[in-house]
Nanobody, 121 residues
Framework: QVQLVESGGGVVQAGGSLRLSCAASGRTASTYCVGWFRQAPGKEREFVAGINRIVLATHYGDSVKGRFTISIDNAKNTVYLQMNSLKPEDTAVYYC??????????????WGQGTQVTVSS
């Protein structure tokens, strides 16, 4: 089993920045990719970004390209999501996830509990 713990969510004004963290533990050896998803009330879960922790290949959802950056510290088993130029429509619960495949695009297999991000206008 893999355990994922997200942190760093909060309330920020539009145009501001936040950095989310996802700490992974447990059986992480076969989990090549780590990703971020988000889900706003009444909407489907949306892919935000993913990274292959070995070759550091990344992939982003269209709505966040140029504003969000995913990175990883393998020594700490932690993935970060730097979110800049935040908009009210970025408000959602953000989830960390991992997958066994090497492509950072969905689908993903295991999920964290999520952290709330609220962007005020």
């Amino acid at each position: 089993q893999v355990q994922l713990v997200e942190s760093g969510g909060g309330v920020v004004q539009a145009g501001g920045s936040l950095r989310l963290s996802c700490a992974a533990s447990g059986r992480t050896a076969s989990t090549y990719c780590v990703g971020w998803f988000r889900q706003a009330p009444g909407k489907e879960r949306e892919f935000v970004a993913g990274i292959n922790r070995i070759v550091l290949a990344t992939h982003y959802g269209d709505s966040v390209k140029g504003r969000f950056t995913i990175s990883i510290d393998n020594a700490k088993n932690t993935v970060y999501l730097q979110m800049n130029s935040l908009k009210p429509e970025d408000t959602a619960v953000y989830y960390c996830a991992v997958r066994n495949g090497q492509d950072p695009r969905p689908p993903y297999n295991y999920w964290g509990q999520g952290t709330q991000v609220t962007v005020s206008s």
